[in-house]
């Protein structure tokens, strides 16, 4: 890969898009790259993944504006899906992702942000849509996950405005989960995988279908959704062994790890 790092940490992974001088910009490689990085991922070993960008002055700048500029209505459009069948890979994936934004995500970077189950983000961190002002609208998701995520009206003001927002902003409106000073970031993502990693790992998968599936339906068809997942967990060796170690009155037993199963 000539832009995208990808290192396992046991039962986690990290995937550090890796194109510093152009603040890590994402152009037709690294879109290709990071879908390809996805699909390698041994998800019988990783039950987590961080998202960053390398540096510390950009989580993803925004998509290459140089490569966009000269596209024409049809190249525009194949390139929006491309960004949106990556990101949507990245939303739909069987294991959570945590994006550790650390610094700019503007555009396309914020966008992928928004791909991922959680955002947290370093003090120095810098979000927006500014596609309007170069004349062009969000094209890989913006303009659908935004709006879900902080509502309607502040997604349309920072959207129709252009204006970017700092770390606490981000925070108060709930685009991100937490902020942290920007050396300790990278160990907060990877110390949140960790704790998820530790986890029942079909439970967890099962309950990031049940949350992304149920927010496209409405609440009776989202509780059956629910149900079904539910009731599928009840035939895993972690949920007979979790409620086992639950019920059993020798509490200075080890707990062992979940299994993939």
Same mark, same amino acid.
């Given at each position: 890969?000539?832009?995208?790092?990808?290192?396992?940490?046991?039962?986690?992974?990290?995937?550090?898009?890796?194109?510093?001088?152009?603040?890590?910009?994402?152009?037709?490689?690294?879109?290709?790259?990071?879908?390809?990085?996805?699909?390698?991922?041994?998800?019988?070993?990783?039950?987590?993944?961080?998202?960053?960008?390398?540096?510390?002055?950009?989580?993803?700048?925004? *998509?290459?504006?140089?490569?966009?500029?000269? %596209?024409?209505? /049809? @190249?525009?459009? #194949?390139? =929006?899906?491309?960004? !949106?069948?990556?990101?949507?890979?990245?939303?739909?994936?069987?294991?959570?992702?945590?994006?550790?934004?650390?610094?700019?995500?503007?555009?396309?970077?914020?966008?992928?942000?928004?791909?991922?189950?959680?955002?947290?983000?370093?003090?120095?961190?810098?979000?927006?849509?500014?596609?309007?002002?170069?004349?062009?609208?969000?094209?890989?998701?913006?303009?659908?996950?935004?709006?879900?995520?902080?509502?309607?009206?502040?997604?349309?003001?920072?959207?129709?405005?252009?204006?970017?927002?700092?770390?606490?902003?981000?925070?108060?409106?709930?685009?991100?989960? *937490?902020?942290?000073?920007?050396?300790?970031? %990278?160990?907060? /993502? @990877?110390?949140? #995988?960790? =704790?998820?990693?530790? !986890?029942?790992?079909?439970?967890?998968?099962?309950?990031?279908?049940?949350?992304?599936?149920?927010?496209?339906?409405?609440?009776?068809?989202?509780?059956?959704?629910?149900?079904?997942?539910?009731?599928?967990?009840?035939?895993?060796?972690?949920?007979?062994?979790?409620?086992?170690?639950?019920?059993?009155?020798?509490?200075?037993?080890?707990?062992?790890?979940?299994?993939?199963?």
């Amino acid at each position: 890969m000539e832009f995208i790092l990808y290192e396992q940490k046991g039962s986690y992974a990290v995937i550090t898009i890796n194109r510093e001088k152009a603040l890590n910009a994402l152009n037709s490689t690294v879109l290709e790259e990071l879908d390809q990085t996805l699909d390698a991922v041994n998800l019988d070993e990783v039950r987590a993944l961080v998202l960053t960008g390398s540096g510390a002055k950009s989580f993803v700048a925004g *998509a290459d504006i140089g490569e966009m500029s000269t %596209l024409t209505k /049809a @190249e525009g459009e #194949a390139f =929006g899906k491309k960004g !949106n069948d990556v990101f949507r890979k990245i939303e739909n994936f069987p294991i959570p992702v945590i994006a550790a934004v650390n610094g700019f995500a503007l555009g396309g970077g914020c966008e992928l942000s928004m791909s991922c189950d959680i955002r947290i983000c370093s003090d120095n961190a810098v979000f927006g849509q500014p596609e309007v002002g170069l004349g062009i609208t969000p094209g890989f998701g913006g303009t659908q996950r935004l709006a879900r995520l902080v509502g309607a009206g502040m997604a349309k003001q920072m959207i129709y405005t252009a204006r970017n927002i700092k770390a606490d902003e981000a925070y108060r409106i709930g685009l991100v989960n *937490a902020v942290y000073p920007q050396e300790e970031l %990278l160990a907060a /993502a @990877e110390k949140m #995988a960790s =704790g998820i990693a530790q !986890n029942a790992p079909i439970a967890v998968r099962n309950c990031k279908k049940a949350i992304n599936q149920g927010l496209d339906v409405d609440m009776d068809q989202a509780i059956v959704i629910e149900e079904k997942l539910f009731g599928d967990c009840f035939e895993t060796q972690d949920q007979r062994y979790g409620m086992a170690f639950f019920l059993d009155k020798n509490k200075d037993k080890v707990k062992e790890p979940f299994k993939n199963c």
